[in-house]
């Protein structure tokens, strides 16, 4: 019960960071707004919560002396996934702060960057804060005070990371991955059914079946048996005009 309880609290926190990087990227761009910024805050505090809430249960459990040492290996490597995404967590925060910095929206001093991304980023946000509808309660001067609390929440996060790395003695290369790398984009599995954010990561293409892959394979050469014929011909055509007016 308790490895499962800690897969979906890891799983949502996955997916709540992965929203954020989402639309980090969108900072500065021509999709940068006012609601952007309150999406980014948002999605940020929640991802803090859910970091909060995975390390006291990781921590616990990787204290007890009880536990077998199957569930201690299994512990292990959650703690170093759950390590990974607060590096990555806190990565995206210092990229926001910088971009945020740089592209002010109350006062601007630079020009928007057109990076070919266009649309609204609601979609992404409500799904991290598991909504139907976003409601945007921010005032126009959110950029400049949520920097402000985006330092501050830096400096938070990074002294968990500091935290975490002295309470609990893991070393990520001596945890063995279950899985090869990147087996889970070709998964055909649901993305999770977790409460707490839900995002699509990556989605396959759908893929053509067999059959339909000979019968292009085969049309194709069968027009390369016509183009040639057409070519042999053309060639006999003008040999014989050649012959016959020499």
Request: overall charge negative; aromatic content about 4%; some cysteine.
């Amino acid at each position: 019960m308790g490895k499962e309880e800690c897969k979906t609290m890891l799983d949502a926190l996955n997916k709540v960071t992965a929203c954020y990087r989402h639309l980090v990227i969108a900072l500065g761009s021509t999709s940068d707004s006012q609601n952007l910024r309150e999406e980014l805050k948002r999605t940020r505090k929640k991802a803090q919560e859910l970091a909060v809430a995975n390390r006291t249960k990781l921590t616990s459990l990787l204290k007890d002396k009880s536990i077998s040492k199957e569930d201690r290996v299994e512990y292990e490597r959650l703690w170093v996934l759950f390590s990974s995404s607060m590096e990555l967590l806190e990565v995206d925060m210092k990229r926001s702060l910088e971009i945020g910095q740089d592209f002010p929206l109350k006062v601007p001093t630079r020009h928007l960057i057109q990076t070919g991304m266009t649309g609204s980023t609601t979609t992404v946000a409500a799904r991290a804060m598991s909504v139907q509808n976003m409601k945007y309660e921010a005032d126009s001067n959110i950029d400049i005070a949520d920097l402000r609390e985006l330092r501050t929440e830096i400096s938070q996060v990074s002294n968990m990371v500091e935290e975490m790395e002295m309470k609990v003695q893991v070393a990520p290369w001596a945890v063995e991955a279950k899985q090869e790398a990147g087996a889970e984009l070709k998964s055909n599995m649901s993305v999770g059914n977790s409460s707490v954010g839900v995002i699509s990561i990556c989605e396959e293409d759908p893929k053509e079946d067999d059959g339909g892959e000979s019968r292009e394979g085969g049309f194709a050469s069968f027009c390369a048996v016509i183009v040639f014929l057409v070519i042999l011909l053309v060639a006999g055509v003008l040999g014989y005009l050649v012959i016959n007016m020499s």
